[in-house]
């Protein structure tokens, strides 16, 4: 079994910073890239930001110079550190880990969401 748990959501204003983590844990053989999506109402998930295995990251170009992603190899964890944020940054965050089980293949697996709500 391997899991994926976000945690870090909730509400803040306008400008503000929020930190969000992801832990996978279980029977992890290798973990590849890991990374953020989000997904507002009525609208489709889409990427927010990813970390490879490397450290190579990549942005949207929503959140880019705001957003910063950040892993923790060693815990298996994935950070993302969310500044001066925007109320269309409001949706449900998920997480996203590539993983390898034992004696498995490689397969995505997503965290349950976490919700973030930007707003006065």
């Known amino acids: 079994q391997v899991q994926v748990v976000e945690s870090g959501g909730g509400l803040v204003q306008p400008g503000g910073s929020l930190r969000l983590s992801c832990a996978a844990s279980?029977?992890?053989?290798?973990?590849?890239?890991m990374g953020w999506y989000r997904q507002a109402p009525g609208k489709q998930r889409e990427l927010v930001a990813v970390?490879?295995?490397?450290?190579?990251?990549n942005y949207a170009d929503s959140v880019k110079g705001r957003f910063t992603i950040s892993k923790d190899n060693a815990k298996n964890t994935v950070y993302l550190q969310m500044n001066s944020l925007k109320p269309e940054d409001t949706a449900v965050y998920y997480c996203?880990?590539?993983?390898?089980?034992?004696?498995?293949?490689?397969?995505?697996?997503w965290g349950q969401g976490t919700q973030v709500t930007v707003s006065s």
């Open positions: 996203n880990a590539d993983i390898r089980r034992v004696g498995g293949s490689w397969f995505k697996y």
């Open positions: 279980g029977s992890i053989f290798s973990l590849r890239a």
């Open positions: 970390i490879t295995s490397g450290g190579s990251t």
